[in-house]
């Protein structure tokens, strides 16, 4: 079974197809972050100043404090069943200043949930993911579920209780995702069982344990932060190529 994109779908996701002339290996080259940190040309009315409320500005900032005091708080951390719940006991009481790094980059993921939520609403009520900005809206939702699954990833790592049994939670909750989980939706018909599911594949084991705290960890401090960068690449290059957010209310 072949599945068929529309061709105005295509034209927004791919842009253009393989260059056969000059002129459409220029138009490749501008139309993309990738090749070109900024858009080539720009008309008049999509430089114009719109009110915001900065929520993706504040959401970005969020994100830069928490990178820059995750950094920090690597240094003194192990990702290990013996060392984690220490490491953080002596971040919290030992190192100089490890316990306000450690508030720091908590309450700014805290932020960060609550400033993009509130950017997506504001963009959905604005009405500002209307063509042309329906391909930057996907990758928006995309930046959505990326913060969210920083959110999940780095409750883990304090390895107390709370965080133990809070991630158990959620992790269980895995086995009904619909095609992905063993008890979900068509999870039987495809094969899928509790040692072969969604689940089993974040934590690398049946249960929380050491392999699950190292994915955890893994995800957390390098695969996650990754995707983001490349997402926020794209969609801070099509706001400045899509021009006046509000343009849709």
Known sequence: MTIKLP????RKIFRTGLPRTPAEELQAVRRTVFLHLHPMQLSADRMKISFTWCLGGLSFLLFLITVFTGAFLMIYYRPTLENA????????YTVFLGGFLRNVHRWAGHGIVITVVLHMLRVFYTGSYKPPREFNWIVGVCLLLI??????????LPWDQISYWGTRVGTNLLHSVPLLGSDGPLGSALGLRPDRDITFFLLGDSDLGPRALVRFYSLHVFILPLLAAIFLMVHFWRVRKDGNLTAGL
């Open 7 to 10: 061709p105005e779908v295509k």
């Open 147 to 156: 913060v969210l699954a920083f959110a999940f990833t780095g409750y883990l």
């Open 85 to 92: 719940y220490a490491d953080i006991l002596d971040l919290q």
